[in-house]
């Protein structure tokens, strides 16, 4: 350790012990994520572990990948808890999917609500699909470096996939209502093959914002709609909603 004038040079102790300055930062980033966890911790409290460190996780490996490949805007990249993993986890608020059960994510971007519903259903099985390969391959990365064992994907058209039959479809503002029922109706099981007693019944899940009147009226059904803002307190949901639109319970206009 060098002196000079009564205090230390922390430029030559980086030269001098790297080591120790290593574990000092990656102490301090732990207790960052730590405390940017806590709003998942408010309203979720029966993590595994297991879990935790998943989603503790996230934070440093998203940073790290938007540097190389940009997939959350500058602006949302520090509100990432809130403004996507929170987010995603509020369809966790208010669906409880049975082990076993099997969802594609559609247009999954970066992973969102994908891999943080991944974590939080362990036994759910999740297939992620992105038409943009770049994206895809930071969802790859996230997944691989947290040990997620429940998640696979694809990079393809979502009008292109074939011969995969699922529970249900999520998506989070990838499109207009209209198109997500088109897309995913072609991908739910036959009937014959769906739990009857399942809760809730196979269908679309979405993740939408702002006034959706016009959208939903164009969309030719008439999702249940749930206001985020009355499932968590923080401003940034006031306008944020989730529509599910049961398969079964579909109704043409």
């Given at each position: ?26 102490k301090m980033e732990l207790i960052a994520a730590r405390f940017d966890m806590e709003i ?69 971007g970066g992973g969102f609500p994908g891999i943080p519903l991944a974590i939080f259903f ?77 809760d809730p019944g196979p269908g679309l899940i979405c993740l939408k914002g702002g006034d ?42």
């Amino acid at each position: 350790m060098v002196h000079v004038a009564g205090y230390v040079d922390v430029h030559l102790l980086y030269h001098l012990c790297p080591g120790i300055v290593e574990e000092t930062i990656q102490k301090m980033e732990l207790i960052a994520a730590r405390f940017d966890m806590e709003i998942i911790l408010k309203y979720f409290a029966d993590f595994t572990p297991v879990q935790l460190a998943q989603l503790r996780l996230l934070e440093s490996l998203y940073k790290e990948w938007n540097e190389k490949i940009n997939v959350i805007s500058r602006k949302d990249i520090d509100g990432l808890y809130e403004k996507h993993v929170l987010h995603s986890l509020s369809i966790a608020a208010m669906f409880e999917f049975q082990p076993g059960t099997e969802i594609i994510d559609l247009g999954t971007g970066g992973g969102f609500p994908g891999i943080p519903l991944a974590i939080f259903f362990p036994e759910v099985k999740f297939h992620l699909v992105d038409s943009i390969a770049k994206k895809l391959k930071i969802v790859d990365a996230v997944v691989e470096s947290t040990g997620l064992k429940n998640v696979t994907t694809q990079h393809s058209r979502v009008e292109d996939l074939k011969n995969r039959k699922v529970d249900f479809v999520v998506s989070r503002a990838v499109a207009p209502l209209k198109d997500l029922w088109r897309w995913s109706k072609p991908l739910f099981k036959p009937r014959n093959q769906v739990n009857p007693q399942q809760d809730p019944g196979p269908g679309l899940i979405c993740l939408k914002g702002g006034d959706l009147a016009t959208e939903i009226q164009e969309s030719g059904v008439r999702p249940r709609l749930i206001g985020i803002k009355d499932i968590f307190q923080e401003e940034w949901f006031a306008d944020k909603f989730i529509l599910y639109v049961p398969r079964s319970k579909k109704i043409e206009f």
